[in-house]
């Protein structure tokens, strides 16, 4: 990552430009200077997560998405509350478009998420408390079957599960866990497997950056469920930081999750600070964007980095947290800001870093 790759940047471009123009991604012109294009010679998927309103009614919008990443994430058109609103009745189109635009684009996708304490339909919210075990394990079988099973063969990465752990590290209590107790877990991951057997199935969750009670946790966690023979892939980090917190020792992390014989991705970058910004916490994001893209780059079964959105117009940071936001790698105006610059110059360098043996360096799925 440093001497040795520093001249490898003339390589790099060259590299860069004839993956731009292969066949095998068939959507718009890829820059060779676009990050997407800059990672495909150390195997990376630069990824983001994607507003599916904006893919039709904003064209700017779209062809910096198309352009700049190589894998997509949705922000919510996947997650219970929007494919099952009534019991019994599925409303996949929109998923199906944003599986069929990163078709379309030479893009991979990852699934998120099927097993989560939020965003539940209401359906299920209001009848878990009259629920027998028995009757919400059907429930949750059935939804990880269908889901996995609609979307089969078009998934590269599922997040099978869903933050899981509180900070302390102790199971969240959900109404997963008050009504199935922790083996849901491993079900969740059996279920998804057995529907579709060829995607990769990641555990998800934020502040596991950081070694401490919460990532300890989930280390314990995916090494039991490894021991188990339960089909799990991968762990993915969040990796939702802020400038006030300094930055996690996450490069330590993902590696200490890959010696387990794991996939590991970064999965919801983003970077907040507090509004106005000023030049300090601007450096402080760009550090924290160039880090986060090290850490990966240093861990060879890092596999994918994906950013939660990357216009600040379209951020979920403000409505979170008050007086915070820019956080992501675009303006506004979806001009791109020096976090995006700092993401070119950081895979500029990667030249020589370890080539990824997912098994979808060049091409994808579909």
């Given at each position: 990552m440093t001497t040795a790759v520093l001249g490898a940047s003339v390589v790099l471009f060259s590299q860069a430009a004839a993956f731009a123009s292969q066949p095998a991604h068939p959507g718009p012109v890829v820059p060779p200077d676009s990050l997407r294009a800059l990672a495909a010679p150390v195997g990376l998927r630069i990824g983001t997560a994607v507003n599916t309103d904006l893919l039709a009614?904003?064209?700017?919008?779209?062809?910096?998405?198309?352009?700049?990443?190589?894998?997509?994430?949705?922000?919510?058109?996947?997650?219970?509350?929007?494919?099952?609103?009534?019991?019994?009745?599925?409303?996949?189109a929109p998923a199906d478009a944003l599986v069929a635009s990163a078709k379309a684009n030479g893009q991979l996708v990852r699934g998120?998420?099927?097993?989560?304490?939020?965003?539940?339909?209401q359906w299920l919210t209001q009848e878990a408390s009259s629920l027998?075990?028995?009757?919400?394990?059907?429930?949750l079988k059935k939804h990880i079957t269908d889901e996995v099973t609609h979307f089969k063969g078009k998934i590269w990465q599922w997040d099978v599960v869903n933050e899981a752990f509180n900070d302390d590290?102790?199971?969240r209590n959900s109404?997963?866990?008050?009504?199935?107790g922790s083996g849901y877990i491993a079900d969740a991951f059996r279920w998804a497997h057995a529907a579709d057997p060829k995607a990769k199935l990641f555990y998800n969750d934020y502040n596991i950056e950081f070694t401490g009670p919460k990532s300890n946790a989930v280390y314990a966690l995916v090494s039991q469920l490894k021991a188990q023979g339960v089909p799990i892939d991968g762990v993915g980090f969040q990796t939702h930081l802020d400038t006030q917190y300094g930055l996690p020792d996450l490069e330590n992390n993902l590696q200490r999750f890959a010696k387990l014989g794991l996939n590991v991705a970064e999965t919801e970058v983003d970077m907040r600070t507090t509004l106005p910004v000023t030049s300090l916490e601007q450096n402080a994001q760009v550090a924290g964007y160039t880090t986060t893209l090290q850490a990966c780059l240093a861990v060879k079964q890092c596999i994918s980095y994906t950013v939660w959105?990357?216009?600040?117009a379209y951020s979920?940071?403000?409505?979170?947290?008050?007086?915070?936001?820019?956080a992501d790698i675009y303006d506004e105006n979806l001009q791109p800001k020096p976090e995006y610059t700092t993401l070119q110059q950081t895979l500029a360098l990667a030249t020589g870093a370890p080539h990824r043996t997912d098994g979808h360096d060049s091409g994808d799925r579909h």
């Open positions: 009614s904003n064209p700017a919008y779209t062809k910096i998405l198309n352009s700049q990443f190589s894998s997509v994430t949705p922000e919510n058109v996947m997650k219970w509350e929007s494919v099952e609103p009534t019991q019994g009745t599925y409303n996949w998120h998420t099927l097993v989560w304490h939020n965003q539940l339909p027998s075990a028995d009757q919400l394990r059907a429930i590290g102790t199971l109404i997963w866990l008050q009504k199935l959105g990357f216009g600040d979920w940071v403000p409505g979170v947290f008050a007086g915070e936001g820019a």
